[in-house]
């Protein structure tokens, strides 16, 4: 744990913090006024009770993630401060558990994703990916590069590891977009919730003990074993299932950097070698979520950066702050291909470290050299101020990228 000799007892003021709607990649300006004002500052978002510490230097967000006397459990029982309007957490989802049982839930799920789990999906994503590309090109331009291969080909990958047919992806879209919006209200986010936790259920009950490689097989199994329950295995399927949506959103950003970035975009083309480290650039600066994600609780006193934490306050870690921290990334708002070492967060820290990293980088790998290499003369075909982000999303992204070339 981060801490200095001297400790003060005057907290700072709270700053409400309305999460604006905010289009293309702009970093929100609330945020990088709470990054000067100090390491530690006290935030109040649109919705819930009270106010919660914000951290937003790289070591202490590592700290507090990695720390468990900041539990992500003892949410359940308090109305903290949030960005969305209604926050339906279950007492079974793996988000919301502390070690050991978040340990032995997630272990439930570890061979569909370490890396051969996730390699052997590789030859079946690039065919997915090409058949998406081949009906673009024989199309022709315009399109929308959103509609017709940033969101089909994750929710398709996604299904693939999960194990979930063909035929009910577009209902898994429908449901991932509802869960993850405000703007549809609490009643139909609710509604999507229990939808997919029923297809769920029964998927997992229907494949009994009979395992296999992909995720539901492995829950199936898994609660045959004793070793998750029910309740456990359809939260841990739902999460996972919602997670690869962030992928779609995450390249939307990406392909508008590089439309608007014409000179990185070039690069690309001219230097294949460059596109790993590009890649992990593009993930630490883009805005992966509006405003932070889920909040944790002290359940100790503790001392952060000379800063008294007292037990039972709510406190949020900032990865897209983390990932601007001057002292780990010199420069930080430039988009710098060649940055070197590059320790970004962009898939969280400690324990909750998002369990899907590897697939995400893979699905991105694919579908950038896809935009990189097949779709030669890309370029907007409108004007950039015309495009639209998605209203009330947690994880913000663009509604469509109309493209021709």
Same mark, same amino acid.
């Given at each position: 744990?981060?801490?200095?000799?001297?400790?003060?007892?005057?907290?700072?003021?709270?700053r409400?913090?309305?999460?604006?709607?905010?289009?293309?990649?702009?970093f929100?300006p609330?945020?990088?006024?709470l990054?000067?004002?100090?390491?530690?500052t006290?935030?109040?978002?649109?919705?819930?009770?009270?106010?919660?510490w914000?951290?937003?230097?790289?070591d202490?967000?590592?700290a507090?993630?990695n720390?468990?006397?900041?539990?992500?459990?003892?949410?359940?029982?308090r109305?903290?401060?949030?960005?969305?309007?209604h926050?339906?957490?279950?007492?079974e989802?793996?988000?919301?558990?502390?070690?050991?049982?978040?340990?032995?839930?997630?272990?439930?799920?570890?061979?569909?994703?370490?890396?051969r789990?996730?390699?052997?999906?590789?030859?079946?994503?690039?065919?997915m990916?090409?058949?998406?590309?081949?009906?673009?090109?024989?199309e022709?331009?315009?399109?929308?590069?959103?509609?017709?291969l940033?969101?089909?080909?994750?929710?398709?990958?996604?299904?693939?590891l999960?194990?979930?047919?063909?035929?009910?992806?577009?209902?898994?879209?429908?449901?991932?977009?509802?869960?993850?919006?405000?703007?549809?209200?609490?009643?139909?986010?609710?509604?999507?919730k229990?939808?997919?936790s029923?297809?769920?259920?029964?998927?997992?009950r229907?494949r009994?003990?009979?395992?296999?490689?992909?995720?539901?097989?492995l829950?199936?199994?898994a609660?045959?074993?004793?070793?998750?329950?029910?309740?456990?295995?359809?939260?841990?399927?739902?999460?996972i299932?919602?997670?690869?949506?962030?992928?779609?959103n995450?390249?939307?950003?990406m392909v508008?950097?590089l439309?608007?970035?014409?000179e990185?975009?070039?690069?690309?083309r001219?230097?294949?070698?460059?596109?790993?480290?590009?890649i992990?650039e593009?993930?630490r600066?883009?805005?992966?979520?509006n405003?932070?994600?889920?909040?944790r609780i002290?359940?100790?006193?503790?001392?952060?950066?000379?800063v008294?934490?007292?037990a039972?306050?709510?406190i949020?870690v900032?990865y897209?702050?983390?990932?601007?921290?001057?002292?780990?990334?010199?420069?930080p708002? #430039? @988009?710098?291909?060649d940055?070197?070492? +590059?320790?970004h %967060?962009?898939f969280g820290? $400690?324990?909750? =470290?998002? &369990?899907?990293?590897?697939?995400? #980088? @893979?699905?991105?790998?694919?579908?950038? +050299?896809a935009? %990189?290499?097949?779709?030669? $003369?890309?370029? =907007?075909a &409108?004007?950039?101020?015309?495009? #639209?982000?998605?209203?009330?999303?947690?994880?913000?992204?663009?509604?469509a990228?109309?493209?021709t070339?």
């Amino acid at each position: 744990m981060t801490s200095e000799t001297t400790t003060t007892t005057e907290l700072p003021p709270i700053r409400y913090w309305p999460a604006a709607e905010l289009t293309g990649v702009d970093f929100d300006p609330v945020l990088a006024d709470l990054m000067r004002e100090g390491p530690l500052t006290r935030i109040r978002l649109p919705h819930g009770q009270g106010w919660a510490w914000m951290v937003s230097r790289y070591d202490d967000v590592r700290a507090v993630t990695n720390d468990a006397r900041f539990s992500r459990e003892a949410v359940l029982e308090r109305d903290v401060t949030r960005l969305a309007p209604h926050f339906i957490p279950s007492k079974e989802a793996v988000g919301m558990q502390d070690p050991p049982n978040h340990t032995r839930m997630r272990r439930a799920v570890a061979p569909a994703f370490t890396g051969r789990g996730v390699e052997r999906l590789r030859e079946r994503a690039q065919h997915m990916l090409d058949e998406r590309v081949d009906a673009l090109l024989r199309e022709g331009p315009p399109a929308d590069l959103t509609e017709g291969l940033l969101a089909p080909f994750p929710l398709a990958v996604i299904c693939e590891l999960m194990g979930v047919a063909a035929a009910d992806q577009p209902r898994m879209h429908e449901w991932t977009a509802l869960i993850l919006s405000s703007a549809n209200g609490a009643d139909r986010s609710e509604q999507a919730k229990k939808a997919m936790s029923g297809y769920f259920r029964e998927q997992i009950r229907r494949r009994g003990g009979s395992g296999g490689e992909d995720v539901v097989g492995l829950l199936a199994a898994a609660v045959d074993r004793g070793e998750v329950t029910e309740a456990e295995a359809v939260g841990l399927a739902l999460l996972i299932q919602i997670g690869g949506e962030a992928v779609t959103n995450n390249c939307g950003n990406m392909v508008y950097l590089l439309l608007t970035h014409p000179e990185h975009l070039a690069r690309l083309r001219a230097e294949p070698e460059l596109r790993p480290h590009a890649i992990e650039e593009l993930l630490r600066y883009i805005p992966h979520r509006n405003s932070v994600g889920l909040s944790r609780i002290a359940t100790e006193d503790t001392v952060l950066n000379g800063v008294r934490i007292a037990a039972g306050d709510a406190i949020y870690v900032s990865y897209l702050a983390a990932n601007r921290d001057p002292e780990v990334f010199p420069d930080p708002d #430039r @988009l710098d291909f060649d940055r070197s070492p +590059n320790p970004h %967060v962009a898939f969280g820290h $400690g324990p909750h =470290f998002c &369990v899907g990293a590897m697939l995400a #980088r @893979l699905e991105t790998e694919l579908l950038i +050299n896809a935009v %990189v290499d097949r779709f030669p $003369g890309l370029r =907007f075909a &409108v004007p950039v101020e015309e495009l #639209r982000w998605r209203p009330g999303a947690l994880i913000r992204g663009p509604e469509a990228l109309p493209v021709t070339w």
